[in-house]
């Protein structure tokens, strides 16, 4: 299996509330090695194109809310089959399902506004991951 790339955000709540360095160490204890790093703001731009897939349904405007509430960290990390794996560390959507030793499930909490809040995103797919990657560092691309 070739090496892949995925794009992680710690979204706001997870840097708001510490969790940068934990989430970061949980992601190299599983080998994967971080290939890009940077605490960043999301732009409503960004977020457009970032969820893309998501703009018409009916909580769009919460997940701007949310992902403009703060900081972000953003990470590129790589290794054999890191998107699934990536996937696997997060847990479920929602911080009430996803399971203890997940990162959503141990950071995740509950807020009374109701939003959905849950600490981190990873890329679903390669497509996905390198459109993601171009989106978040775009410095990385290659001028011409
Ligand atoms: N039912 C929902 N209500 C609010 N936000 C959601 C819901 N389902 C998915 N999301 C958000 O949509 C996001 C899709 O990618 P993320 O992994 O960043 O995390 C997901 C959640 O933040």
């Avoid at 509330?17 to 971080?34: L, M, P």
């Avoid at 849950?118 to 890329?123: A, E, G, L, T, Y």
Wanted: hydrophobic share 35%; net charge negative.
């Amino acid at each position: 299996m070739a090496t892949e790339r995925t794009l992680i955000l710690i979204k706001p709540d997870g840097v708001k509330a510490h969790h940068i360095g934990q989430i970061i160490t949980r992601i190299e204890d599983k080998g994967y090695s971080i290939d890009g790093l940077k605490v960043t703001m999301a732009t409503p731009e960004l977020l457009k194109k970032h969820y893309v897939e998501k703009v018409d349904k009916p909580y769009f405007s919460e997940i701007e809310h949310y992902m403009l509430e703060g900081p972000i960290v953003a990470i590129i990390a790589s290794g054999s089959r890191v998107i699934k794996g990536i996937h696997t560390l997060a847990g479920d959507t929602s911080p009430n399902q996803a399971a203890p030793g997940t990162i959503r499930g141990d950071f995740g909490r509950m807020f009374d506004d109701g939003i959905l809040r849950n600490v981190i995103h990873s890329s679903d797919n390669p497509q996905n991951a390198e459109k993601e990657i171009r989106l978040w560092f775009p410095e990385l691309i290659p001028q011409p």
